[in-house]
């Protein structure tokens, strides 16, 4: 499996970016993908995942209500809307890839940055 993140970038607080992750390879329709990000000198944190059905959507308390996860299971492509971005925002980005709904994750995308400015 193949990942590949876009939409990265450089946004003042309070804006929006939207990250986009398509997957690539073989898998069946049971599997789950999520974003995670390791702001500078810190550890990666999970930030959302989701169902390839889209059915169940889990997500950190720090971005509740500001972030959405979403899935194209036609296009095995997962996307991450984020409104009223924070400075503290600010990270790099990965996507990441399980084959179950309940296995680990076992492919990460390569990351991309989200900078966010105050």
């Known amino acids: 499996v193949q990942l590949q993140a876009s939409g990265g970038g450089s946004v003042q607080a309070g804006g929006s970016l939207r990250l986009s992750c398509a997957a690539s390879?073989?898998?069946?329709?049971?599997?789950?993908m999520g974003w995670f990000r390791q702001p500078p000198g810190k550890e990666r944190e999970f930030v959302a995942a989701?169902?390839?059905?889209?059915?169940?959507?889990s997500y950190a308390d720090s971005v509740k209500g500001r972030f959405t996860i979403s899935i194209d299971n036609a296009k095995s492509t997962v996307y991450l809307q984020m409104n009223s971005l924070k400075p503290e925002d600010t990270a790099v980005y990965y996507c990441?890839?399980?084959?179950?709904?309940?296995?680990?994750?076992?492919?990460w995308g390569q990351g991309t940055q989200v900078t966010v400015s105050s």
């Open positions: 390879g073989l898998f069946f329709n049971t599997y789950r």
């Open positions: 990441a890839f399980a084959f179950r709904t309940d296995s680990d994750y076992a492919y």
């Open positions: 989701i169902v390839w059905s889209g059915i169940i959507t």
